[in-house]
């Protein structure tokens, strides 16, 4: 569904994914979907093994969306409230849409509603 909401939107709003610490790790929770993708990280101890992990999950979950990834000091998951996953919508610097923490509570279809309405505003 995150490839779609990229794939409606990516001609009209800059959309971009944050890579941040692995919430699901071979060395703590590992998902039976994870596994089935063929998705193995142990949690990140450097830099590269976070690059590395956000280049496979790209690739495992066949997405095209540009990724940003966290650095070590996971700033952006912090000031974001990120983990495990979370959807924001910025526009002109402020924040529009503080989603609710995923997966369970995403509501994508909430953030689609408010992006449109933020593009025909614009």
Known sequence: ELQQFYDQF??????????ISEAHTT????TESNEEAGIRIRQHET?????AAARL?????DLSIPTIVDGMDNA????FAAWPER????????????GRPGPYDFDPDEARE???????SS
């Open 47 to 51: 830099l590269e093994d976070r690059l």
């Open 10 to 19: 990516r001609a009209s709003a800059q959309i971009y994914i944050v890579y």
């Open 76 to 79: 952006a998951a912090e000031v």
């Open 114 to 120: 408010l992006l449109r309405k933020l593009l025909v």
């Open 87 to 98: 959807i924001y919508i910025l526009h002109r610097g402020v924040v529009h849409y503080k």
């Open 57 to 61: 999950c790209s690739e495992k979950l």
């Open 27 to 30: 060395d703590g929770w590992q």
